[in-house]
C-alpha cells in the first residue's frame, strides 16, 4: 500500500508581542485604530498578519492582513495620503476609517459605513425608566432560545440560532451582568434585549445587541437598555463602545448619542 503523507501541523504563533503593542496602541485611540472592540481582533490574530506603523519613531497605527481574504488599516494620523501606499494584494475586503477611504474606493464595488463612538465614562449616565417596564438579567442557562427568538423577531435578515449564541457565552468577555431583558409587567414577557461584553485586559465594554421588538419602538426601552447598560459596564471598564450602520432606518446612533457616546469616527467596509 502506498504510504500516506504526514501531516504537519504547525504550532500556535506566539502573538504576545502584537497583543500587547495593539492593546496599547487601542487604548490611546480605540476609534481611528480598530473598526470594532478590541477582543474582536485579538481572538483572531492567530490568522493575520501584523504590521505597525511607524512615524517619526512613534507608533501609530496598524495594518492587520489575513492573506488572500481581508485588510485592516487604523491609524492615529489624519494624512490621507498614508492610506495611498497601502498594499491591496488583491484582497477582496478592506475595513478602512473615513479619513483614508478616498484613494481605495474606486477599486470596490460595494461600499458599507459604520459609526464608531465612545463613552468615556467620565461620569455614570442617567438610568432612564419607563413605567410599565422593567429590567431583569437574561439567565442564560435556560432562555437562550428567548434570546434567539427576539433577534429574529427584530430583523429581515438571517439571526443567530442558540447554538451559536450559547458560543457567546463561554467567551472570555462574557459578562453575565450584561445580558438584559426588558420585561413589559403588563404581558409578563421580554420586549426587548441588551447584550454587552466586558474586555477586563484592554478595560473596554462593548455593546453589542441593542434589540426592541418593532411593536414596542418609540417608548423610550432603547434608552432604558442602553443608559443601563453602560451604568453596569462603567462601574468595572474605563470606556465602553458601540459600532452601527449609517444608514440605518431604526438611526441608532441618535439613540447612542443622546445616552452619552460621542465621536465622529465612521469605518467603511470595502468588498470587491
Known sequence: MPRRKAIVIAPPRDTSSDEAALRALYRKD?????????W?????????????????????????????KMLIY??????????????LDGVPTVYIHND????????FDRK???????????ELPLRATVP?????????????????TILHACYDTPTPGTDEIATWTKRPVFASHAWLWIVDRKEKRPVALGIAETDKDTGEGSLEWIQVLPAFRSLGLGTMLVQELVYRLEQKVAFTTVVGQVKNPC???HLFRRCGFAGRD?????HR
Open 112 to 122: 458599507e459605513a459604520f459609526f464608531r463612538l465612545v463613552h468615556t465614562g467620565s
Open 74 to 87: 487604523g491609524t492615529r494620523t489624519q494624512d490621507p495620503l498614508k492610506a495611498a501606499s497601502v498594499k
Open 30 to 38: 480605540p476609534s481611528r485604530i480598530l473598526p470594532n472592540a478590541l
Open 100 to 107: 483614508f477611504v478616498a484613494p481605495l474606493a474606486p477599486w
Open 132 to 148: 410599565g417596564y422593567t429590567i431583569h438579567e437574561v439567565n442564560t442557562t435556560t432562555e437562550l432560545p428567548l434570546v434567539a
Open 251 to 253: 438611526e441608532p446612533e
Open 266 to 270: 465612521v469605518w467603511w467596509v470595502l
Open 40 to 68: 474582536k481582533t485579538v481572538a483572531r490574530l492567530q490568522s493575520l498578519e501584523c504590521r505597525f506603523i511607524d512615524d517619526a519613531g512613534s507608533v501609530t497605527g496598524v495594518e492587520l492582513r489575513e492573506p488572500g
